[in-house]
Nanobody, 124 residues
């Protein structure tokens, strides 16, 4: 399965962006899908996930209430709507797919397919 993330860009603080992750060679309906991000000099961190087992969404506390993950079955994409963006959200955003158990859904090591990343820059 190959993943491709798109939708990043430059936005002012308080603005919105919508990232999209598409898959080829497979369908998201058989995977949990997550978004991670990595800022310069920092480790990759969990942002949000859509769990296959229960179709629930999980968010890091730093983005709760501002970001929303959603699946589009018809398009075979998983989107991340990002609102009220802050400079601290600046990072390269990666989508990932796998079959983690719920207790590991925030762990990057639980995912085996990764997209190439899309840059999100939030200016103050």
């Amino acid at each position: 399965v190959q993943l491709q993330a798109c939708g990043g860009g430059l936005v002012q603080a308080g603005g919105s962006l919508r990232l999209s992750c598409g898959a080829s060679g497979g369908t998201f309906s058989t995977y949990s899908v997550a978004w991670f991000r990595q800022a310069p000099g920092k480790e990759r961190e969990f942002v949000a996930a859509s769990a296959l087992q229960n179709m629930r969404s999980y968010y890091d506390d730093s983005v709760k209430g501002r970001f929303a993950i959603s699946r589009d079955k018809a398009k075979n994409t998983v989107d991340l709507q990002m609102n009220s963006l802050k400079p601290g959200d600046t990072a390269v955003y990666f989508c990932a797919a796998g079959r983690p158990i719920i207790s590991t859904i925030t762990s990057s090591s639980a995912y085996y397919y990764w997209g190439q990343g899309t840059q999100v820059t939030v200016s103050s």
